[in-house]
């Protein structure tokens, strides 16, 4: 029943998408994930879990950005600067806002899943723009 539950949980909070070339979250947030226990203190394991994937996937935002912005010519560089400075608030703000929604798990553990959920599709978006 655990697995379940946690599959239920993660359908929830992380929807499936159908790229197949999609960046996704890392096997150590799903080993962590996989490792809460549901009977004691879910909501903080799963800010936790949440919390590390976030850093990890930043990085790998801030990887993809670079390779990005090293294959524009400059006046698209530039745009592309003030975009993701504006998509950067734009995800903190709305970020914010779930983390105060009364749904459930709620709080903080919302606000952290947001974030992952808005910059996996950010890496995506940026990804799709890198020529091959």
Same mark, same amino acid.
């Given at each position: 029943?655990?697995?379940?539950? !946690? +599959?239920?949980? #993660?359908?929830?909070?992380?929807? $499936?998408?159908?790229?197949?070339? @999609?960046?996704?979250?890392? &096997?150590?947030?799903?080993?962590?994930?996989?490792?809460?226990?549901?009977?004691?203190?879910?909501?903080?394991?799963?800010?936790?879990?949440?919390?590390?994937?976030?850093?990890?996937?930043?990085?790998?935002?801030?990887?993809?950005?670079?390779? !990005? +912005?090293?294959? #524009?010519?400059?006046?698209?560089? $530039?745009?592309?600067?003030?975009? @993701?400075?504006?998509?950067? &608030?734009?995800?903190?703000?709305?970020?914010?806002?779930?983390?105060?929604?009364?749904?459930?798990?709620?709080?903080?553990?919302?606000?952290?899943?947001?974030?992952?959920?808005?910059?996996?599709?950010?890496?995506?978006?940026?990804?799709?723009?890198? +020529?091959?």
């Amino acid at each position: 029943m655990r697995k379940g539950l !946690l +599959a239920v949980c #993660l359908f929830v909070l992380f929807p $499936a998408t159908s790229q197949a070339d @999609e960046i996704k979250e890392t &096997a150590e947030f799903r080993a962590c994930m996989e490792a809460v226990d549901l009977g004691a203190f879910k909501n903080t394991q799963w800010e936790a879990c949440y919390a590390e994937e976030v850093v990890r996937q930043d990085t790998a935002l801030n990887d993809t950005y670079r390779r !990005l +912005a090293n294959s #524009l010519d400059p006046d698209a560089g $530039a745009s592309l600067v003030v975009a @993701e400075r504006s998509w950067l &608030a734009y995800r903190e703000r709305w970020c914010r806002f779930e983390g105060k929604t009364p749904m459930a798990p709620g709080g903080e553990v919302n606000l952290k899943a947001c974030l992952l959920e808005l910059t996996l599709k950010q890496i995506n978006k940026l990804e799709s723009l890198i +020529a091959p």
